[in-house]
């Protein structure tokens, strides 16, 4: 039996569909959620885990975009001090600075200064830092400053050519644990979240939607279609509706290299193509570099990083850093693709990373999603909703903004003096294990922890300080099912586990859930 309508229907357990339950939920809608997979398998957990406004973004005019998201990043910083941290970017001037037109501005530059030819000039990126750390009414993040390389340690692991550098801030976010606890926070008021739940058929049945499932049949009075990059493949094969609106599939590669530098502020590199590229410090011990632009023509499921993009990201990050980078120095490679809304733009790079948002009600209400970026998945999510409002005149007004995702209910001062109480109450634990559990549950950490006195109380070890303990808390409160749910989207653990200790963690947890 279908049993009684919900008021809302969300396909896609991505950051836009778990940011839609939790705002919904929380505005008083009762609301189901379905996602084929796990939650963030696709998109988002495969971005470069920034908040950032998009500095490039700039070059294309998309100041809208740009301000909301810049505004944004501390609005999520101060509700997630355990999984996001503000960030320092080192912006270095190229010894040979020169400039190739890749966007309205800039070729208006071009044609002005034709001595210009490939990377964009320092009065230029000056500007363009000017901008950022105006439009978005910065508050807590500390401003642009230029540097000396030659002085700063962040010049030493460059080429000695470089001397001069900008430095702006950013943020660093978990997305995949962005995801999993918008999702535990909107259980928590009220949403029912399926995983591993594929949506079949969806047709409208009078004022309500009738949503078949494999695992059932539900009733909606509003559809909302998140499937991210699968967007399209819902409304044409799913939904059958026409639809004028189109996707562009961009795929993003990104590789890990052993840590190349021993600071914690990140690098932001131009390209002689006009790309740009980040090196970000990545769990301690590694180096995320990252990202590639390139059209994605094949089927979204598991995308990979190719031969190709592998070796285009080592020869970008190596006309910067002093030692080559070879992919040698991999240890992991992931790409997502990002579902862009189709503005006929003539390359990847220049697609609008803006969200595009389709409400068709004709009968009950069906909204499309068209892209986005995960700094401005809650604002996307408060779009929605106004877009829905006229369907839903009991629905609250706006909430999220500043309300804390479970285990953030501290200010990000803080985060030092709880990973320290942490190892004071519980003596077993090594600084860099407390560090690891604070910066991934926050204040939930005491709650996983209980009432051990040992690490032995936790449970089987698996490796690297996951523990039994640890695990079953993923399984009961935030929906892991597999080996791969836990190290690569709930935890990083991956890249410090054997594959033995991955298959006993496998075999663990098919134990577990089968009691």
Not at 47 to 65: N, V
Not at 358 to 386: C, E, S, V
Request: hydrophobic share 40%.
């Amino acid at each position: 039996m279908a049993g009684n309508p919900v008021d809302l229907f969300i396909i896609g357990g991505g950051v836009n569909g778990c940011g839609i339950a939790r705002d919904a939920a929380g505005r008083g809608l009762s609301v189901t959620l379905a996602e084929k997979g796990d939650l963030a398998q696709g998109t988002s957990s495969a971005s470069t885990k920034l908040f950032h406004g998009g500095l490039r973004y700039l070059e294309y005019l998309e100041l809208r975009l740009v301000h909301e998201a810049l505004a944004e990043r501390e609005v999520l910083l101060k509700a997630m001090p355990h999984i996001a941290r503000p960030m320092r970017f080192v912006l270095p001037l190229h010894p040979q600075m020169r400039f190739e037109p890749t966007s309205p501005v800039s070729r208006l530059a071009g044609l002005a200064m034709p001595w210009l030819r490939g990377r964009r000039p320092g009065w230029m990126i000056r500007a363009g830092l000017f901008l950022y750390d105006h439009l978005g009414g910065r508050r807590l993040l500390p401003g642009t400053r230029a540097l000396d390389l030659r002085r700063d340690p962040a010049g030493r692991e460059l080429k000695a050519d470089f001397a001069h550098a900008y430095e702006y801030s950013d943020c660093w976010v978990d997305d995949a644990r962005l995801v999993v606890l918008n999702a535990r926070d909107a259980r928590a008021r009220g949403a029912t979240i399926l995983t591993r739940c594929k949506v079949l058929e969806a047709h409208r049945e009078g004022d309500l939607w009738r949503i078949e499932t494999d695992a059932g049949t539900h009733l909606s009075r509003a559809l909302i279609n998140a499937a991210g990059p699968w967007v399209g493949e819902v409304i044409r094969d799913t939904i059958h509706i026409p639809s004028r609106d189109g996707v562009r599939l961009v795929r993003g590669s990104h590789i890990v290299t052993r840590k190349l530098f021993d600071h914690e502020r990140a690098y932001f590199f131009q390209g002689r193509d006009g790309r740009i590229c980040f090196a970000i410090p990545f769990e301690c011990d590694f180096t995320l570099i990252g990202t590639t632009d390139q059209d994605h023509l094949g089927a979204p499921d598991a995308p990979v990083c190719t031969e190709a993009e592998q070796e285009y990201l080592c020869a970008f990050a190596s006309e910067y850093f002093a030692r080559p980078v070879t992919q040698a120095d991999i240890v992991w490679t992931f790409s997502g693709v990002r579902p862009l809304y189709d503005d006929g733009a003539s390359s990847a790079t220049a697609a609008t990373r803006d969200y595009v948002l389709r409400l068709d009600d004709r009968g009950a209400p069906l909204l499309n999603i068209f892209g986005g970026k995960i700094t401005t998945y809650r604002r996307l999510a408060q779009a929605a909703l106004a877009a829905l409002a006229p369907s839903f005149p009991q629905m609250t007004g706006d909430w999220t903004a500043g309300v804390p995702l479970p285990g953030g209910d501290f200010s990000a001062p803080k985060v030092a003096a709880l990973r320290e109480a942490l190892c004071g109450d519980y003596p077993f634990l090594t600084m860099p294990w407390a560090a690891r559990l604070v910066r991934t549950y926050g204040t939930e950490a005491r709650t996983i922890l209980g009432r051990a006195t040992s690490a032995a109380d936790l449970g089987r070890d698996f490796g690297a300080t996951l523990t039994e303990t640890e695990i079953l808390w993923q399984i009961k409160k935030e929906w892991a099912r597999t080996a791969e749910d836990v190290l690569w989207r709930r935890t990083k653990l991956g890249l410090r586990l054997t594959q033995d200790q991955t298959t006993a963690l496998a075999a663990f947890m098919a134990e577990a859930q089968a009691r």
